[in-house]
């Protein structure tokens, strides 16, 4: 069971400004500059993009997108045919994008922390849960496809 606690966009918020307090008092050495900071954009709007089209596909089999709520539908189509979580990797590539963007080493130091907690905090519990309550199905879908990429 999962505790009501700070939603996984809350956490990539903290974390996103955490990294711009990093870049901006101790910056550590800068690794892209303008224009090149730039490339940020690809894996934030991608990212983006696949947290949009996963929700998408909750709301259409009218599961909840809430992880500490029952669902009542076991999703495995569009992109969670390659992730499990493509709404949590949308938010790490979202992550990964800014870090980008921000250009200096310091917040890409970050980068690790939104998977390790989302996946203590969310995951294993949701994953436990699926398996409880959609049985054998669910344990051949998480063999077949991993947990993040």
């Known amino acids: 069971m999962i505790r009501k606690v700070l939603p996984p966009p809350a956490w990539a918020l903290f974390i996103a400004l955490a990294m711009l307090a990093l870049h901006r008092f101790w910056p550590g050495a800068t690794l892209l500059t303008p224009p090149w900071t730039a490339v940020g954009a690809l894996p934030a709007a ?3 993009a696949l947290a949009i089209a996963a929700a998408r596909l909750f709301v259409k089999a009218r599961t909840a997108l809430e992880p500490w709520k029952q669902p009542t539908a076991f999703v495995a189509t569009g992109p969670y045919r390659l992730t499990r979580n493509p709404m949590y ?5 979202g992550l990964l994008g800014f870090a980008l963007w921000l250009g200096s080493l310091t917040p890409m130091l970050l ?8 996946t203590h905090m969310f995951i294993r519990p949701e994953e436990a849960g699926l398996e409880a309550l959609f049985g054998e199905p669910y344990r051949r879908y998480k063999a077949r ?4 990429i």
């Open 111 to 118: 980068l690790p922390v939104f998977p390790l907690v989302i």
């Open 145 to 148: 496809v991993r947990r993040w």
């Open 89 to 93: 990797l949308g938010l790490a590539s």
């Open 46 to 48: 991608s990212g983006l």
